[in-house]
């Protein structure tokens, strides 16, 4: 049964026996493009992208049902072959009896250390798994050691097999793209070039060089290799039980040219001899490269024991700067959770969506939606280089409101969609304006509002509804004036264009269309009548966010922006308008049609008041129509009641939620965002979180599930219904909703409810009995309580955030420090306090909270604000209220950088 335990406080974790838990992988990795997965006995893949595998691609399923590993075998006089990685044939039999090996893990951010010690065969192993920084090489450093009171003599062979090609080609013409290889050894390992690269992108020149290396601590070559898989394991073996080692046959020299074979980067070393509790080393190099030559380079720089060992240090400290938040509660083990948390969105930038065994879909890259919330952490972590992010991803919105759906590898490189197909999603429209707020009131930096941005154009014209056929691949792929110019529009204009589209654009009832799917991609079966009544009211906070965003300008000292000629007809003031389906569409259409190959390029001066005061009314107008059309309430009892927003319509025009002959139809994002929003009344809030309770919470799996079941297939609304329920978008406990729920009840001041939403999630990861997974948040956990698609997942994003923003209370307002906690009493340590080190204004600071009185979440005040010990009275650099206190922006920026700065509040 798995269990870990924290050794530090920096998130590293220690696990006995992972092996007997199935579905186990670790992310190592660096940011120049290799990317790694291992499991507790050496299994996984490498690569660095779709087309470029250097080990064989793995599914989950292909954790336990596949043989080939990064082996490691000890050829013992007398005793026969043991594996250093438990990958032999009697070792695996073992598993699961008294005779097992005892195995010790121990990971930190990106490396990977096994223990296994066997006392059959008097021999220990300890093998390193790491990237560094720099180099696209995954590095094994492999410590052998005598247990044993008599000396061991054996040989060691390294035995890794080098898939090299794209991962297509798992069925796709795999027999056939292995006769495309040409196999080399040189003095320290086995080269693979294939001579062509066949996948989706046809038949190409293959440029790119896989490879196994390896030498001994000390830097010597090794003996000699096996470098096709068929005489590796011979006729009858296998990699659990390779024929060419067991029966001992003659190494390939340096030098050797084979071709048209699946390679082997089997490596043999010199027979040692090791005495009594005597240890020696090996160092494996698994990576790729276009330059044969550079390989050598690599090759060189870590030859050594010494070199590898600084290889890892430095990559320790890579890593520890790049985790610029961290928290210190009375729970040591969710200060550590929280440690993998913050380091989540970095390895979401890395591996994309894609390339970790659960994640066996797409081909990398991140897609819209993702690629803003991970900018969420990176402006608390990092802020230095959002802005120029956040105006890049501008670049991805089209004319009519929508956007490309997938990101290039170039900073503000888009692409319509990889499959070619026009799909809208509608939330796509609501995310960069929640990320461009935090910015903004992060930095204070309002100007990035006004900076000039391009628009995406390609053949997808007016929201998705028709092609522009005169527009072809070779044509700029930006929107054009009618005399042949880029057109530049601001951020600000960008934002107003993708909310008031989708203002325009609603079905039957007069919320937005649904169109392709909306967050929940699996409510796909609706694209003609369908509609996002929860997506409807995160536009409704949206417009709210936007008001106070043209406020800020306004206190700034601006008066007036300029917008596209064309985007006026969007401003229509007029509630009539408002309330006719027809109407709305036939404006829409009218604005497409007149901006969806080129505009005029015209500007036009809009009143910043006059444009506050639009988007205020649309923003009430639809929180009411929801309130007045949406609203389910069920009577239980006079101090219990439960209601719920339908959020909702399938493809036949009907609702989805409310009471039915099945039963209680209740989905967690409709409540999220209409909480989030202040569509919700705060006594709908609390109706809602009664219904919550009553048909969401299953503790057991990790507390809110994403629906109830809704006993039916209804392929009038989307493929989640096709799953079974408890599993993924049905009825899972989906991570990322889970915690937006929990975002949007502190932010309305529900604060033991949101903390609740949080706490069972931790909880749950922490039961690693029934969660089965490292340290970290899971996209969901299925109904058994498994975490499931591990550490690539926006909840980390979210859940940083809310721990931060809103538990802790640090945050940014118009570039001010504000400091609102919210933490419960149990939050706080044995002495009291409770801290957070962040990032803010460019300087390091650590807010300690100081719960002098022991008092609860709503009974404490801000009393006193203490800065590096100096009690700060004056109200130009610190505004005490109640609830919270405004530490002044001139006030920060006058501390000193270098230093970091500490801030003590007193709470009675």
Same mark, same amino acid.
């Given at each position: ?208 060089? @896989? ?33 060419a080692i067991l029966n001992k046959q003659q190494v390939v020299k340096k030098d050797c040219s084979l071709n048209g074979y699946e390679a082997m980067g089997a490596i043999q070393f010199e027979r040692m001899v090791l005495r009594p509790q005597e240890e020696c080393s090996f160092i494996l190099l698994i990576g ?27 990559? =320790? ?21 929280? =440690? ?283 929180? =009411? ?115 937006? @729920? ?19 999630? @931790? ?68 002495a009291k306090t409770a801290s957070i080190s962040t990032i803010f204004a460019e300087h390091n600071l650590e807010v300690v909270l100081v719960n002098e009185a022991d008092r609860e979440y709503g009974e404490y005040q801000v009393a006193e604000v203490y800065v590096n010990d100096k009690l700060i009275t004056e ?34």
């Open positions: 049964m798995l269990s870990y335990q924290f050794t530090d406080n920096k998130g590293t974790f220690r696990v006995i026996d992972p092996e007997n838990t199935s579905y186990l992988y670790f992310p190592i990795a660096n940011e120049t493009g290799m990317k790694s997965s291992v499991t507790p006995l050496l299994g996984g893949d490498c690569k660095m992208d779709q087309n470029s595998f250097v080990l064989q691609p793995v599914s989950s399923e292909d954790l336990h049902n596949n043989k080939v590993s990064r082996n490691f075998w000890c050829d013992i006089e007398g005793k026969g072959l043991w594996s250093a990685t438990g990958m032999s044939m009697h070792q695996l039999s073992n598993q699961l009896t008294q005779k097992k090996e005892k195995t010790l893990l121990d990971a930190g951010m990106l490396y990977h250390t096994m223990y296994r010690v066997s006392d059959e065969y008097g021999i220990g192993s300890k093998i390193l798994s790491f990237v560094p920084i720099e180099d696209n090489v995954e590095i094994m450093k492999v410590d052998i050691r005598n247990i044993s009171n008599e000396n061991l003599e054996f040989t060691a062979t390294a035995a890794i097999p080098i898939y090299g090609r794209s991962a297509d080609n798992i069925r796709d013409h795999r027999h056939v793209t292995s006769l495309l290889h040409r196999i080399e050894t040189r003095e320290y390992g086995v080269y693979v070039k294939p001579t062509f690269s066949f996948d989706e992108r046809g038949h190409q020149k293959n440029e790119m060089t @896989y490879y196994v290396a390896g030498c001994t601590g000390e830097g010597n070559k090794p003996e000699g290799f096996y470098p096709v898989v068929e005489e590796y394991i011979g006729e009858g073996g296998d990699f659990l039980r390779p024929t790729l490269d276009k330059d044969p030559d550079s390989i050598q380079e690599v090759i060189k720089r870590y030859d050594t024991v010494a070199k590898v060992e600084k290889a890892y240090n430095e990559m =320790q400290r890579h890593w520890d700067k790049k985790k610029n938040v961290s928290i210190q509660t009375g729970d040591s083990k969710f200060n550590n959770f929280m =440690q993998w948390v913050s380091f989540q969105p970095i390895l979401r930038r890395i591996y994309g969506c894609s390339f970790l065994p659960h994640h066996d879909y797409g081909k990398g890259g991140r897609g819209w939606r993702d690629l803003w919330q991970d900018c969420l952490a990176l402006t608390l972590m990092d802020p230095s280089g959002v802005r120029e992010a956040i105006c890049n991803n501008y670049a991805g919105v089209r004319m009519d409101g929508s956007n490309a759906t997938i990101i290039g590898e170039k900073p503000g490189e888009f692409i319509a969609d990889r499959n070619n197909i026009t799909r809208v999603w509608m939330d796509h429209g609501f995310w960069p304006l929640v990320t461009t707020d935090l910015y903004i009131q992060q930095t204070g930096d309002l100007s990035i509002l006004l900076e000039k941005v391009t628009y995406f154009k390609d053949k997808q014209i007016e929201r998705g509804e028709a092609i522009d056929s005169n527009w072809n691949s070779f044509d700029s792929k930006c929107m054009m004036t009618e005399d042949g110019k880029v057109y530049e529009g601001s951020v600000l204009e960008h934002i107003l264009l993708e909310n008031l589209t989708a203002f325009y654009d609603v079905g039957d009832h007069n919320h937005m269309r649904l169109r392709g799917a909306d967050w929940n991609d699996a409510l796909d079966m609706a694209n003609e009548r369908g509609e996002s009544v929860a997506f409807t009211a995160a536009y409704a906070g949206n417009f709210d966010t936007l008001t106070r965003l043209c406020k800020q300008l306004m206190l700034s000292g601006i008066d007036e922006v300029e917008i596209a000629e064309e985007i006026l007809i969007l401003l229509k003031q007029d509630v009539e308008l408002y309330e006719s389906v027809t109407q709305k569409k036939s404006l829409l259409k009218e604005y497409c049609e007149g901006s969806s190959k080129r505009i005029s390029g015209k500007l036009r001066r809009v009143s910043l008041d006059e444009l506050m005061n639009n988007l205020k009314q649309k923003a009430e107008w639809i929180k =009411q129509h929801i309130r007045d059309n949406e609203w389910i309430e069920e009577n239980q009892t006079e101090t219990d009641n439960h209601g719920w927003f339908n959020g909702y319509y399938d493809n036949a025009g009907e609702k989805v939620e409310g009471l039915f002959e099945q039963g209680i139809r209740m989905m967690l994002t409709s409540q999220v965002f209409a909480i989030m929003s202040g569509t919700a009344t705060s006594e709908q809030v609390k109706m809602m979180t009664n219904a919550a309770d009553a048909y969401l919470y299953k503790a057991e799996v990790g507390g809110y599930r994403l629906n109830t079941d809704f006993k039916e297939l209804k392929l009038n609304l989307g493929r989640m219904f096709g799953f079974a329920y408890g599993h993924k978008e049905n009825g899972a406990v989906f991570s990322h909703m889970t915690v937006m @729920y929990a975002n949007a009840l502190y932010k309305r001041g529900f604060v033991k409810e949101g903390y609740k939403a949080i706490e069972t999630l @931790y909880r749950q990861v922490s039961n690693a009995e029934v969660s089965k997974i490292y340290p970290g948040i899971p996209e969901y956990f299925n109904d058994k309580g498994r975490g499931m698609y591990h550490y690539l997942t926006g909840a980390a994003s979210w859940l940083m955030l809310t721990v931060v923003t809103q538990m802790f209370g640090v945050r940014g307002l118009g570039g001010d420090l504000l400091i609102e906690p919210k933490l419960l009493n149990e939050q706080f340590n044995q109200q130009d650099k610190v505004v005490i209220n109640k609830e919270y206190c405004i530490c002044k922006k001139e006030y920060i920026q006058s501390l000193v950088k270098e230093m970091s700065q500490q801030i003590k509040v007193i709470l009675r």
